[in-house]
């Protein structure tokens, strides 16, 4: 397989992994394998490279193996079980979305608008890890933040993470907010997204170990953004915020259809120039009759 050996030390594992990482087309082979073998050692970066023991047999093993899953496009991430998400570590789960660092702009956004407000209800749409969510419970912990999920499997990862943190988000599961009481009805400060927004032909286009995470929780387009447009007047308390990620060449279209309903309406670029977020207010005063 690697061609390790039980005398080989972990920085020259690295090499000789990264080695066969690359040959089979493995985007950033050296931090892989780096990656991985930290997992395995029950160490950090640094603890790594200050070993100079071989593997023992049953981490050589594992560690073979995990080479081997990924070489056949599982994402490590699934190998590891675990995503930095901002400050906090989460445990991610094959049929689970796995958190990306372009959505902590989003959460960046929203703890920016929540500035003002004391004591905010938050609702964050399509939690999957319950990334978004947990980020912003763990920034204001003054805030009661709803999660909602329609898969079965991301409910049971956030309510797992949530825990993991002992932070108090409400994960429930269902199709956007129908699972929310009804009296949270105009009375959410911030709803957050980062929905399915591939559309198909992106998504034939994509690497193995993207089409590894689940189809739904990638492909839908511009629907639910459509969806949650249209939902936020009625459950925003006036001067609410709706906050979602878009795939970079959906903001004009975002923009308006945004613009149908809200206030203050912005696309925000990502650090690397891309559109990445589109926020709306909903009006303080409602629309004058006539
Ligand atoms: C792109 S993932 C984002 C996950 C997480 N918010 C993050 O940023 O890491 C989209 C999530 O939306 C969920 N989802 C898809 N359709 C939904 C719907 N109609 N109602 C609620 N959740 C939905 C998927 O199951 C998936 O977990």
């Not at 991430?77 to 689970?96: I, K, N, R, S």
């Amino acid at each position: 397989m690697t061609g390790t050996s039980p005398t080989m030390r972990p920085s020259d594992v690295v090499r000789r992994s990264a080695e066969f990482l690359r040959h089979h087309d493995v985007e950033s082979p050296r931090e892989t394998a780096e990656a991985l073998l930290i997992y395995f050692l029950g160490t950090d970066r640094a603890g790594l490279y200050a070993l100079d023991e071989g593997l023992d047999t049953r981490t050589a093993r594992l560690f073979g193996r995990a080479l081997c899953q990924r070489c056949h496009g599982i994402p490590v991430q699934y190998l590891t079980g675990e995503q930095q998400f901002m400050d906090l570590v989460l445990g991610v789960a094959p049929g689970v979305f796995i958190p990306r660092p372009e959505t902590e702009g989003l959460v960046e956004v929203a703890l920016e608008l929540l500035r003002p407000v004391t004591n905010p209800v938050v609702v964050d749409v399509g939690t999957g890890t319950g990334a978004i969510a947990l980020a912003i419970a763990h920034r204001r912990p003054d805030a009661r933040v709803l999660a909602t999920d329609v898969s079965e499997a991301a409910v049971t990862v956030a309510t797992a993470n949530a825990s993991r943190h002992d932070l108090a988000v409400e994960v429930r599961r269902g199709d956007l907010l129908e699972p929310l009481e009804p009296d949270l009805r105009g009375r959410v400060d911030l709803l957050t997204s980062n929905p399915p927004y591939l559309t198909r032909e992106v998504y034939e286009s994509l690497p193995e170990e993207v089409r590894a995470e689940p189809y739904e929780a990638l492909v839908g387009g511009t629907d639910l953004h459509h969806r949650l447009a249209s939902l936020a007047p009625e459950w925003l308390v006036p001067g609410g915020w709706l906050v979602v990620e878009i795939g970079d060449e959906q903001g004009p279209e975002v923009r308006a259809l945004f613009e149908e309903r809200l206030d203050e309406v912005a696309v925000v670029a990502d650090l690397a120039g891309r559109d990445r977020v589109v926020r709306g207010r909903l009006p303080l005063e409602p629309p004058s009759a006539g």
